[in-house]
């Protein structure tokens, strides 16, 4: 049984869900979009001033219902990899980051588009990496077509599940052309799909066109998309947790519905990033304990709508890679997984989501590893419970001649790749070497030797075109 941690009771569930729906229905929200208020309009919202849409009870209820409680995602060759459902648990990296660490200098520098490329690769051969994004954003190309260097940069260094962020409409058909090129086919795409799309909207209650531009074309052709708010408790939204809790579920059940009116039964992520806006030195701290909280409650309500849900781990407000970072890391990747988040994105993010480094992300991934095992448990069967084994032993006995250790040694216990455990003369004769020099010398491999299973000839070709 997997553990599973739960914050709230059902009863303080309820209210958080209550008082959402007050929200929606009292204070409305802005709609930056004519579709999407006509859509509200038709369904029975109220409009006021033609713009603020007041949505009632009822519709919010109806929509939860019509949405899909579970959505399968593939990899480009087709075969099934992400299960969002229930508490099933992945992890990924992020999208954009400003600066990269070089991997070669440890020289903070701005983005390129091979640091999206180098990403991508040392992603494709990280065993606990399930799903790519961006990871940078790429200073040294075409801003206006730049999610499509970034979506070209991915697909030729990884087959694995991808998540795309999208900036401008401009590119939406672009973006559709090529992963229906990759696909096969639009129904082949349909059946298997293998990306998702990232998307947010404006924060306190405001859709704007942009955010819903993305939500309608992705129900349109049924792309599952990731529709979520940036909360920062104190300024876009109430300085206490559980204000900023309902603000943000609010927030994402308008997004629902304006979705689920557009095409019943499209695939719709639910989620989001609230934290605490730090009234100190005035930044939106990604190590804050209050954020991946709030994501395990907003994981208990998504099991509660039946719906996958989207949160954050494996990330820091460090500028370098050192003990903040690994605190931070480790612990926001342990409680986001014990909550059951289904996709945890922005491993490997430093510097309070502006930068990321090569070594950090390798060394997530080994954190990454350790919190599967956690996750895991324990197996209380007649075997696993050895009483047989046991008896056979008997007191002053060992352990280490049974053919029952030999069976399940491996399964039984967690073997690190990076982590050092051993004695001190022979970690000092290996070099006296530290995780980060460790996780530093794995991404330089992986990039000298790591080949990824590359897209056919004629299908980089047409990218090219595409994007030409």
């Given at each position: 049984?997997?553990?599973?941690?739960?914050?709230?009771?059902?009863?303080?569930?309820?209210?958080?869900?209550?008082?959402?729906?007050?929200?929606?229905?009292?204070?409305?929200?802005?709609?930056?979009?004519?579709?999407?208020?006509?859509?509200?309009?038709?369904?029975?919202?109220?409009?006021?001033?033609?713009?603020?849409?007041?949505?009632?009870?009822?519709?919010?209820?109806?929509?939860?219902?019509?949405?899909?409680?579970?959505?399968?995602?593939?990899?480009?060759?087709?075969?099934?990899?992400?299960?969002?459902?229930?508490?099933?648990?992945?992890?990924?990296?992020?999208?954009?980051?400003?600066?990269?660490?070089?991997?070669?200098?440890?020289?903070?520098?701005?983005?390129?588009?091979?640091?999206?490329?180098?990403?991508?690769?040392?992603?494709?051969?990280?065993?606990?990496?399930?799903?790519?994004?961006?990871?940078?954003?790429?200073?040294?190309?075409?801003?206006?077509?730049?999610?499509?260097?970034?979506?070209?940069?991915?697909?030729?260094?990884?087959?694995?599940?991808?998540?795309?962020?999208?900036?401008?409409?401009?590119?939406?058909?672009?973006?559709?052309?090529?992963?229906?090129?990759?696909?096969?086919?639009?129904?082949?795409?349909?059946?298997?799909?293998?990306?998702?799309?990232?998307?947010?909207?404006?924060?306190?209650?405001?859709?704007?066109?942009?955010?819903?531009?993305?939500?309608?074309?992705?129900?349109?052709?049924?792309?599952?998309?990731?529709?979520?708010?940036?909360?920062?408790?104190?300024?876009?939204?109430?300085?206490?947790?559980?204000?900023?809790?309902?603000?943000?579920?609010?927030?994402?059940?308008?997004?629902?519905?304006?979705?689920?009116?557009?095409?019943?039964?499209?695939?719709?992520?639910?989620?989001?990033?609230?934290?605490?806006?730090?009234?100190?030195?005035?930044?939106?701290?990604?190590?804050?304990?209050?954020?991946?909280?709030?994501?395990?409650?907003?994981?208990?309500?998504?099991?509660?709508?039946?719906?996958?849900?989207?949160?954050?781990?494996?990330?820091?407000?460090?500028?370098?890679?050192?003990?903040?970072?690994?605190?931070?890391?480790?612990?926001?990747?342990?409680?986001?997984?014990?909550?059951?988040?289904?996709?945890?994105?922005?491993?490997?993010?430093?510097?309070?989501?502006?930068?990321?480094a090569l070594d950090y992300l390798v060394m997530m991934d080994e954190t990454v590893g350790l919190v599967r095992r956690i996750l895991r448990n324990f197996d209380i069967t007649i075997e696993k419970m050895a009483l047989e084994v046991i008896n056979r032993v008997g007191p002053g006995g060992n352990f280490l001649g049974e053919e029952h250790t030999l069976k399940h040694f491996r399964e039984e216990a967690w073997y690190p790749d990076l982590f050092?455990?051993?004695?001190?003369?022979?970690?000092?004769?290996?070099?006296?070497?530290?995780?980060?020099?460790?996780?530093?010398?794995?991404?330089?491999?992986?990039?000298?030797?790591?080949?990824?299973?590359?897209?056919?000839?004629?299908?980089?070709?047409?990218?090219?075109?595409?994007?030409?």
């Amino acid at each position: 049984m997997q553990p599973i941690l739960n914050f709230l009771s059902e009863r303080e569930l309820d209210e958080i869900h209550t008082a959402s729906l007050s929200i929606l229905e009292k204070t409305g929200i802005n709609v930056y979009h004519e579709e999407a208020r006509d859509l509200l309009n038709s369904a029975g919202a109220k409009l006021e001033d033609n713009l603020r849409v007041k949505i009632p009870y009822g519709l919010v209820e109806r929509t939860i219902e019509d949405a899909p409680g579970r959505t399968v995602i593939y990899n480009r060759r087709g075969e099934e990899k992400l299960f969002l459902e229930g508490s099933n648990v992945y992890f990924g990296t992020g999208s954009d980051l400003k600066f990269t660490i070089d991997i070669d200098t440890s020289q903070r520098r701005l983005s390129v588009i091979e640091d999206v490329e180098k990403a991508a690769l040392v992603c494709d051969e990280l065993d606990n990496i399930d799903f790519v994004m961006s990871y940078g954003m790429p200073s040294n190309v075409n801003k206006e077509s730049m999610e499509l260097y970034q979506l070209k940069a991915i697909l030729q260094n990884t087959s694995k599940p991808v998540i795309l962020t999208l900036f401008s409409s401009k590119v939406f058909t672009k973006m559709l052309e090529i992963i229906h090129r990759v696909a096969g086919n639009a129904k082949s795409f349909k059946e298997k799909p293998f990306l998702m799309v990232y998307g947010q909207f404006v924060s306190p209650f405001q859709h704007n066109r942009e955010g819903l531009d993305r939500l309608l074309f992705c129900a349109e052709n049924l792309i599952p998309i990731i529709y979520v708010p940036t909360i920062m408790a104190g300024a876009s939204g109430p300085v206490t947790m559980a204000g900023s809790l309902a603000e943000g579920n609010a927030e994402v059940l308008a997004g629902l519905v304006i979705h689920q009116l557009k095409r019943k039964g499209a695939p719709f992520i639910y989620g989001g990033c609230i934290g605490p806006f730090d009234m100190r030195d005035s930044v939106f701290p990604y190590g804050a304990p209050e954020w991946h909280m709030s994501s395990a409650i907003l994981a208990q309500l998504s099991r509660r709508y039946r719906l996958p849900v989207f949160g954050t781990g494996g990330c820091c407000d460090s500028k370098v890679v050192d003990e903040q970072a690994a605190i931070e890391g480790a612990y926001s990747l342990l409680l986001e997984a014990l909550a059951g988040v289904n996709i945890i994105h922005d491993v490997g993010y430093m510097e309070g989501g502006l930068t990321g480094a090569l070594d950090y992300l390798v060394m997530m991934d080994e954190t990454v590893g350790l919190v599967r095992r956690i996750l895991r448990n324990f197996d209380i069967t007649i075997e696993k419970m050895a009483l047989e084994v046991i008896n056979r032993v008997g007191p002053g006995g060992n352990f280490l001649g049974e053919e029952h250790t030999l069976k399940h040694f491996r399964e039984e216990a967690w073997y690190p790749d990076l982590f050092n455990r051993q004695t001190q003369k022979i970690w000092e004769d290996g070099g006296s070497t530290t995780l980060k020099q460790r996780s530093r010398y794995r991404a330089k491999e992986i990039l000298m030797k790591h080949r990824p299973a590359s897209l056919p000839g004629e299908v980089q070709k047409e990218i090219d075109r595409i994007i030409a």
